[in-house]
Structures are given as structure tokens and as C-alpha cells.
């Protein structure tokens, strides 16, 4: 991999595709710079673990309820037996109400299942403002595509 790459190569696979499946060395470096590359081109650039999120587009864009984890004996009368639950704001609704794009880069996309990929295919083509980048495991070099061709593989 190239010591300084500029990105123009990635922004535009990025915006063709919406979605792109990326594979990184393991020992890191070429996705921060990535992410610089794309912070210089006007992207306002967010990136979180895809563990624990359940159905991708409620988390990422609508109001959802949680349930936090079981801390020992409680009082039954106080939050009924399914326990009590959590009002969580979503993470890109905010982010996504400014006019500039937003390139969320998603860590360990691995454990996604397949239906969960193609759920994050379609918000990303619902919402032209999104694009979204989810790392697929370490390579000996950097490559990227879409993530609909990498499905198909």
C-alpha cells in the first residue's frame, strides 16, 4: 500500500456504490487514513462496532427501546417481570438533518449476518446522504468493493 494514498479512488467507489465492503491489514493505519481523506472531501465522518446492534436501520435512524442488563434482585412490583426499558436516541438521526454528507464506517462487519448486510445495502440507497464502509476481516493489503459483489462471492 502506497505511503500516501489520496482517496479518490475509494470516495468514488463510495459514492457509485453507497456500500462497500473493505478488507484492512491487521495491524491498522490505512482506515484512519481513509477517513482523513474523506473529512478533506466535505464528509462528516462517524465510526462505531456493529456488535449489539440488532436491526440496523432502527438503531442507526429511529427511537428504540432497550433493556438493560439484569443487576441482581429487584423489586417485581417496581418494573413488572419483563424488566424495565431504556429510550435510546438513534445514532445517525442527528448527524443526517445537516446538509453534508456522512460516511459511517462500521468495525467487525464479520458477525453481521447476510440479511443484515443487505439491510445496510438498502439504507444506504434509501438515503443518498449516507454511505457507509464495513470492515470485512483483515487482508495482507488494503481492497475494497462493493458490498453487493462481495455478497455474491
Known amino acids: 500500500?502506497?505511503?500516501l494514498l489520496s482517496g479518490k479512488e475509494?470516495?468514488?467507489?463510495?459514492?457509485?456504490?453507497?456500500?462497500?465492503a473493505i478488507q484492512t491489514p491487521l495491524e491498522g493505519g490505512?482506515?484512519?487514513?481513509?477517513?482523513?481523506?474523506?473529512?478533506a472531501a466535505g464528509y462528516r465522518t462517524q465510526i462505531t462496532s456493529v456488535r449489539g446492534f440488532g436491526d440496523p436501520e432502527v438503531f442507526l435512524l429511529k427511537l428504540h427501546g432497550i433493556r438493560?442488563?439484569?443487576?441482581?434482585?429487584?423489586?417485581i412490583g417496581r418494573n413488572g417481570a419483563l424488566g424495565e426499558v431504556?429510550?435510546?436516541?438513534?445514532q445517525l438521526h442527528e448527524l443526517l438533518s445537516e446538509e453534508q454528507p456522512l460516511a459511517l464506517w462500521l468495525l467487525?462487519?464479520?458477525?453481521?449476518?447476510?440479511?443484515e448486510l443487505l439491510a445496510l445495502c438498502d439504507l444506504s440507497e434509501k438515503d443518498?446522504?449516507?454511505?457507509?464502509v464495513v470492515e470485512m476481516g483483515g487482508e495482507r493489503k488494503l481492497k475494497w468493493q462493493s458490498m453487493r459483489k462481495f455478497l455474491e462471492q
Do not use: W, Y
Open 1 to 3: 500500500m502506497p505511503l
Open 10 to 20: 475509494f470516495r468514488d467507489d463510495l459514492e457509485s456504490a453507497c456500500c462497500l
Open 30 to 39: 490505512a482506515e484512519t487514513r481513509l477517513l482523513r481523506r474523506l473529512k
Open 68 to 75: 438493560p442488563p439484569h443487576l441482581g434482585h429487584q423489586n
Open 86 to 90: 431504556q429510550e435510546v436516541i438513534p
Open 108 to 115: 467487525e462487519g464479520q458477525v453481521l449476518s447476510r440479511s
Open 128 to 132: 443518498p446522504q449516507l454511505k457507509i
